[in-house]
């Protein structure tokens, strides 16, 4: 997999802004609203501290390392600045962390300049997880070569759903339906207390294209059709059963 390293290039080309050290301006208005989401509760929950610091990884790969420290003091975390969670499994890195970074990148970038950047950084989150764990897990090779192409899907969603579930406190869960291959979160970490007006878990979106790609091969479609930040009951993604061409 490769994926197009020039951010700042490509948010200056979309109408955003884009400064020295690749400081980029605010193109939205930053809510500091609390609220609480009736589908996740008032209770924090939490990641392992290394998909925490796959995420910030992969966003100083993505914006630099000015960009990202940038993105961090908008969110009120700038105590993460030079300062990553370590590479353990311990469950430290909270969802309201996550969210706050997730929405600073929106504040920061619009909703469209948003999306494309998070889905991206989701993807280099899955390749910087594959690096590490494959090797330890053995599940470079997951028997899967011979496999025909919807059931080699159905099992790699499967394994992204039960390491979520297993490891962290999203909670996720696959099912088929006439539509698609349905993943859905029922408690999400991007959208952690956060109100928006179209679907926002872009990072999950991401994973999962490069999880199908991994095991597969092909490009998948994958849309988020609900979200909980728009107060519906879980995260919903649609994935194709047929690859794009
Ligand atoms: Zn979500």
Redesign the pocket.
Known sequence: MSFERNEPERIKAEGGAVGPGGIITPSAGISNSHYVNPHQGDTNLFYPNNMGRFFFVAMEELLGKNGLNAVLNLAGLSRFINNYPPNNLEKKFSFANYAAINQAIEDFYGVRGSKGLLLRAGKVCLERALTEYTAIAGVGNLGMRLMPQNIKVKIALGVVAKTFSTISDQSSKVSETSEGFIYE?ET?????HRQTTS???HV?NGVLIATLHWATTKNYRVNEVQ???MGQPT?RFVIDKTPIE
């Open positions: 979160n999400c970490s991007m959208c952690w679907p926002c878990c999950a979200c909980m930040a995260c």
